[in-house]
């Protein structure tokens, strides 16, 4: 939901007397390798725009889809309470949203964080991976991944993550609450690793923990 949509949304409900009663808020800058002004405007802002507007609006229920970057630790599962530690840009910004969204005057909300989604749409989940799999087929090579086998990816589908997006929003007993949407598979890089292997009948292996964080610090 951009600035442009709420612009459109008052327009709508103004000019038609048409409302609504739910927002979902999935937008957010997600391209790598961009300024910090531009995670501030692109996540911070949009974000608790679209949320002063929802306030306004006296909407049933503001949606916030936030990251699960909360936690950098190794320790396994984390808890929505759990000390927020982001470890991207993404999550930086985010964890400064759910902070916020606290302070809106009347804003009915609800944060959920999911995993890492993939389906329909899927560009920045498993689907990276599949190329990267393709890639090391059309080579000829072994794919070489970071970390190792045992690095969590925890997985959920996109239309498992929009059943739980509603589920929560039709709740009374959900306001202000913040939920970690995950599936049950426990997924790790070995999981989804073995699968691309298998797909492009290719070898894999991994840089292990030393390399990896020496490539981090970099």
């Known amino acids: 939901m951009s ?29 790598t390798g961009q300024t910090d002004p531009v995670y501030r405007e692109g ?26 970057h909360m936690c950098s630790s190794d320790k396994n599962p984390h808890k929505e309470e759990d000390k927020m530690d982001p470890w991207t840009y993404v999550g930086k910004y985010k964890s400064q949203v759910e902070e916020e969204l ?23 989940g498993i689907a990276p991976r599949l190329v990267i799999g393709a890639v090391y087929k059309h080579l000829g090579e072994m ?22 997006i509603w589920h929560l929003a039709t709740r009374e007993d959900t306001l202000a609450q913040v939920y970690n949407i995950v599936d049950k598979g426990d997924t790790t890089q070995g ?25 981090k610090v970099q």
């Not at 009663?21 to 999935?26: F, K, L, M, R």
């Not at 302070?103 to 389906?119: D, E, W």
């Not at 996109?158 to 739980?164: E, H, I």
């Open 3 to 31: 600035g442009a949509r709420v612009r459109s949304y008052r327009h709508i409900q103004e000019e038609a007397g048409v409302d609504v009663d739910y927002v979902i808020n999935c937008a957010c800058e997600t391209r």
């Open 43 to 68: 996540i911070l802002k949009l974000s608790l725009n679209c949320a002063s507007e929802a306030a306004k609006h006296n909407v049933k229920r503001f949606v916030e889809v936030s990251t699960g």
């Open 102 to 124: 606290k302070k809106v005057p009347g804003l009915r909300y609800t944060v959920v964080r999911p995993a890492i989604v993939y389906g329909l749409g899927d560009k920045h």
């Open 143 to 164: 794919m070489k991944l970071l970390w190792n086998r045992d690095l969590k990816m925890n997985t959920v589908h996109v239309t498992d993550l929009c059943q739980a």
């Open 191 to 215: 999981t989804i690793s073995n699968l691309v292997s298998e797909i492009f009948n290719i070898n894999h292996d991994y840089w292990g923990k030393a390399l990896s964080t020496v490539c």
